[in-house]
């Protein structure tokens, strides 16, 4: 079992930035292990349905991104500090939304919210105009 906490959320003006982690942690969960798995960045808006907003594959592998974020967002991993990262540039008030990460106990990365096993409890970003 994998349990995931993310930290980082908040509110930010039109414009601005944000960077949102995601740390790892299990009672078999090594770091070298954490690295052959794929992680996730999904986000919520309220009335909406959970969407994906980007993905890397294992180790320091291929990244995935939405149409509406590619270019503003950028996701990394710290695979010693069993940690995810998201950098959200240039944010705009459509970004408002809960920023959930997930992972996925595959090494390839997907687009699915099925295809990941868990997830962490949500980080809320509000951007304002």
């Known amino acids: 079992q994998v349990q995931l906490v993310e930290s980082g959320g908040g509110e930010v003006q039109a414009g601005g930035s944000l960077r949102l982690s995601c740390a790892a942690s299990g009672r078999t969960l090594s770091s070298y292990i954490f690295s052959t798995y794929a992680l996730g960045w999904f986000r919520q808006a309220p009335g909406k349905e959970r969407e994906f907003v980007a993905a890397?594959?294992?180790?320091?592998?291929?990244?995935d991104y939405a149409a509406s974020v590619k270019g503003r967002f950028t996701i990394s991993r710290d695979n010693a500090k069993n940690t995810v990262y998201l950098q959200l540039n240039d944010l705009k008030p459509e970004d408002t939304a809960v920023y959930y990460c997930a992972i996925r106990l595959f090494p390839r990365a997907g687009r699915q919210a099925g295809e990941y096993n868990s997830w962490g409890q949500g980080t809320q970003v509000t951007v304002s105009s």
């Open positions: 890397i594959s294992r180790n320091v592998g291929s990244t």
